[in-house]
């Protein structure tokens, strides 16, 4: 806690940090594998700047939170068609073991609730669908609060660190619908 004031609320970062991430039974192509240790740049990310806030000893209220794992076949991993109940209660039915990031995600995002944030913000390798839409160069972005939406994308311009809003419409809740859970890992 760098900030003086008690009241002030911390910002929470997290970062995704698979790793190795094989794709699990859906195993992913055997071209690229050798890349999936990236998976966890999201919490490197984190981890660097926890590290530098932690140095230039900035007057933030900032909490890190890494999530690591890794998704490997084997005798005790996930399967397509188990449901997994996740940390806030709700039920996830697996459709595919290589969508497994948003798990991760699920159960940290309810974990950091605690800190009662006032933003948090999350960076993660999350799905190649993300570089079809926007290539090698731009960062997708997806947020449910305009304000810091409009900030972070102006942090980016300012960096060089490109990086373009996603849309997160109602419409694409359907696609999580499962008949066996409250919702499914891929949409």
Known sequence: KGNASEDARPIVLVGKGLTFDSGGISIKPSEGMDEMKYDMCGAAAVYGVMRMVAELQLPINVIGVLAGCENMPGGRAYRPGDVLTTMSGQTVEVLNTDAEGRLVLCDVLTYVE??????????????????????????????????????????????????????????????????????????
């Open 114 to 187: 605690r800190f009662e944030p006032e933003a948090v913000i999350d960076v993660a390798t999350l799905t190649g669908a993300c570089v079809i839409a926007l290539g090698h160069h731009i960062t997708g972005l997806m947020a449910n609060h305009n304000p810091l939406a409009h900030e972070l994308i102006a942090a980016s311009e300012q960096s060089g660190d490109r990086a373009w809003r996603l849309p997160l419409g109602d419409e694409y809740q359907e696609q999580l619908e499962s008949n066996f859970a409250d919702m499914a890992n891929i949409g």
